[in-house]
């Protein structure tokens, strides 16, 4: 990456996208709506189960003007998930202010390890034990989705529900390869604590992206 890639990279104006793409959101709060997908380059939380890890190297993945992958999302559909990779490593406001001129909503997907950026509609915070969210962004998330991947991980559910605000949705999701061991002590736990509710990964039984 030269010098003047790396000021438009830290500017906004051009962002590492690994892929863009038009399909149903599989997950959470919004599943089964029509949404234009943004999954970036670059994450360094390090989750050992993450599914998509090619993403982690943002320098694998071209950097792209962020108002015309905003203009080419925005065709499609007016419902934008920004994703990753981890989203807020890079400076959002650009493509977000774009977004939002041409009448989009915005949904982002992040861990929270780094500080908020653009403008946002829905947050769907998915915390991490490999790097924890800022304080701040708790308060600010509509959507608290934690991934159960062994028993320990209902009490980081838990601990990170007494964090965000009483109107944030609580889900709880198997990592897709424990999904049948995990899902009977979900709705088990689900059944002791209603105020959590089981998101499933719909596009993978769907088989879409």
Not at 13 to 21: G, Q, W, Y
Request: aromatic share 10%; charged share 25%.
């Amino acid at each position: 990456m030269d010098l003047v890639e790396d000021i438009l990279l830290k500017e906004g104006k051009m962002l590492p996208v690994m892929e863009h793409f038009y399909t149903i959101q599989g997950e959470g709060a919004h599943t089964g709506k029509a949404a234009y997908f943004i999954r970036l380059g670059g994450c360094d939380v390090g989750c050992h189960w993450c599914d998509v890890k090619e993403s982690w190297d943002p320098n694998l993945h071209p950097l792209i003007n962020a108002e015309e992958i905003a203009e080419t999302a925005a065709k499609h559909c007016k419902t934008i998930v920004l994703t990753g990779g981890e989203p807020l490593m890079w400076n959002l406001d650009i493509l977000t202010g774009k977004l939002k001129e041409l009448g989009c909503t915005i949904h982002i997907e992040t861990s929270g390890a780094y500080p908020m950026s653009g403008q946002l509609d829905w947050i769907t915070l998915s915390p991490k034990k490999t790097g924890l969210p800022k304080e701040e962004i708790y308060a600010k998330a509509h959507e608290l989705k934690v991934i159960i991947f062994n028993n320990n991980d209902f009490k980081f559910a838990q601990e990170q529900a007494e964090k965000v605000s009483d109107n944030c949705r609580l889900y709880l999701q198997s990592e897709w390869s424990k999904r049948d061991a995990m899902y009977p002590k979900m709705t088990d736990f689900i059944l002791e604590h209603p105020r959590w509710q089981a998101s499933v990964q719909t596009h993978k039984y769907l088989n879409i992206p």
